[in-house]
C-alpha cells in the first residue's frame, strides 16, 4: 500500500536529549560521564522507566525526589535540541505530500514546546495529554484514527524497539528504527529490529525511503 504518512517519536527521533540528561546529572550531583554510562546500563537491561537511572546513580533517589531538587524548574527541550535534520526532513516530506504527524511520550509541556520549534507537521499527540502511553496499543489505535487512513499507509519513525518498533508493526504501521541515542544504538542489536522495514541513523534516508514507498 502506497505511504501516506509519516509519524515521528520525539525524544532522540526530532530532539538530542544530551542537553537534557546533562542537566539531570548537574542537579543530582554525578559527573555527566557516570550519569550517562548508568543510563545505558537502564537501557541495556531492559527497563522502560528510565526513571530507574535515579536509583542507579543514588540508591533511593526517586524521579520525584530529583525533580524535587530543581525548586520547580523543568527541564525540557527547545529548538535549540533539535537535531541538525529534523527541521529539513519534516519539510521535505509535507512537501512529498505525506502527511506528518508528532506522537510521543512526553509531559503535557511539550505539546507548546513543540510549537515553538517551527516544525514542519500536521498533528501532536502527547501521552500526558491523552492519558496513554506507548507502548500501549490505545497508543497507536488513537494514532491511527489521529492520521485517518488506513493502518498500512502510515509509517512510525522512532529510536526504541520495545515502544516504537514492536507496537507500530502489531498496529499494522510501518515501522522505522532510528539508530540513535541510547536507545537507538543499544536495541540495534535486538531481534526485534526485523520488524522495521527500514534501520537508519539519517532523517533524510527516511524522507528517500518514504519518498519510494509513497
Not at 493502518?151 to 515502544?163: L, Q
Not at 522505522?176 to 537508519?200: K, N
Request: with cysteine; net charge negative; proline share 5%.
Amino acid at each position: 500500500m502506497p505511504l501516506e504518512a509519516v509519524v515521528f517519536d520525539v525524544g532522540e527521533t526530532l530532539v538530542d536529549e544530551t542537553r537534557i540528561w546533562g542537566e539531570w546529572a548537574d542537579t543530582v550531583g554525578v559527573p555527566r560521564l557516570t550519569f550517562f554510562a548508568a543510563l545505558g546500563a537502564i537501557v541495556e537491561r531492559g527497563l522502560r522507566d528510565h526513571g530507574h537511572v535515579f536509583d542507579l546513580v543514588r540508591p533511593g533517589l526517586t524521579f520525584e525526589a530529583a525533580a524535587a531538587m530543581r525548586g520547580g524548574r523543568e527541564v525540557g527541550f527547545d529548538a535549540n535540541d533539535l537535531y541538525p535534520d529534523a527541521r529539513p526532513a519534516l519539510r521535505a516530506l509535507r512537501a512529498e505530500g505525506l502527511q506528518v504527524g508528532i506522537a510521543a511520550n512526553q509531559p503535557a509541556a511539550a505539546a507548546l514546546a513543540l510549537e515553538r520549534c517551527d516544525l514542519a507537521y500536521d498533528w501532536l499527540l502527547i501521552s500526558d495529554l491523552e492519558r496513554v502511553a506507548k507502548p500501549d496499543p490505545a497508543f497507536f489505535a488513537l494514532l491511527h484514527r489521529r492520521a485517518g487512513v488506513p493502518a498500512g499507509r502510515i509509517a512510525y519513525v522512532g529510536d526504541r524497539i520495545d515502544n516504537d518498533v514492536l507496537p507500530a508493526a502489531a498496529a499494522g504501521l510501518r515501522a522505522v528504527h532510528l539508530r540513535r541515542g541510547p536507545w537507538g544504538v543499544i536495541h540495534a542489536r535486538d531481534g526485534g529490529v526485523s520488524r522495521a522495514e527500514l534501520q537508519t541513523d539519517r532523517l533524510d534516508a527516511v524522507v528517500e525511503w518514504a519518498r519510494r514507498a509513497s
